[in-house]
């Protein structure tokens, strides 16, 4: 079994620079969440290409990660959003990088209506203990965050997609003075926690298994 596994997104017609592709590489690349973790996670940048759910994505899984921490812009959010569930549903509304659309409505025809994350609730309190006002959310989208989710909690293995908003390009004066600190600080701070409950609730499920045994 490998590390926890972090992955992001690269730019898409409407993101040129997505940012959820520098914060999953700069939480990855945290010494904060090494110390952590005790080792390195692994990182990879998606393809906004529905053929990268095969061609990179599921060599990535076939390694069996300890946990994933999904990471996706949603433009129009204006806070951090945990989102609970994908749903087996995609949208032929918005095409990929490539201009290429899905050709079912179904990612997987012949797999569930939803699949649920039971660490979501659990990440959530630990972001928002982190000092982010963190929203549940139930809508992953009809794109590739919500498709490459659904592929990821198929594997029974803890994980959580997080939608972030597009930060502020310049950081926002605080109220007595100076400016805050960069939104994606902030963030890969608080994300280093969501990715401790994950990477626990891993370990506590392997103790599990071997008690049991």
């Known amino acids: 079994m490998s590390r926890l596994l972090i992955t992001g997104f690269g730019p898409f017609p409407t993101v040129p620079d997505n940012p959820s592709a520098r914060l999953a590489r700069r939480l990855a690349g945290s010494a904060h969440l090494r110390l952590i973790l005790g080792q390195a996670p692994d990182c990879l940048v998606l393809n906004t290409r529905y053929g990268a759910l095969d061609t990179q994505l599921g060599p990535a899984l076939a390694k069996q990660p300890l946990a994933v921490l999904m990471i996706g812009v949603a433009a129009r959010r204006r806070r951090v959003c945990v989102e609970t569930r994908a749903v087996?549903?995609?949208?032929?509304?918005?095409?990929?990088?490539?201009?290429?659309?899905?050709?079912?409505?179904?990612?997987?025809?012949?797999?569930?209506?939803?699949?649920?994350?039971p660490a979501a609730s659990q990440v959530r309190i630990a972001l928002r203990r982190a000092g982010l006002d963190a929203a549940a959310s139930r809508d992953a989208g009809r794109y590739l965050c919500n498709a490459s989710y659904y592929r990821v909690l198929e594997q029974g293995c803890p994980a959580v997609f997080l939608h972030i908003p597009m930060p502020p390009r310049t950081p926002r004066p605080k109220a007595g003075g100076g400016r805050r600190r960069p939104a994606l600080d902030l963030w890969a701070e608080a994300f280093a926690e969501a990715a401790r409950v994950l990477v626990l609730r891993s370990r506590l499920s392997a103790g599990r298994q071997a008690h049991s045994r």
């Open 88 to 117: 087996n549903r995609l949208s032929r509304l918005f095409p990929d990088a490539d201009g290429r659309v899905s050709r079912t409505l179904a990612f997987d025809p012949g797999g569930p209506a939803q699949r649920l994350s």
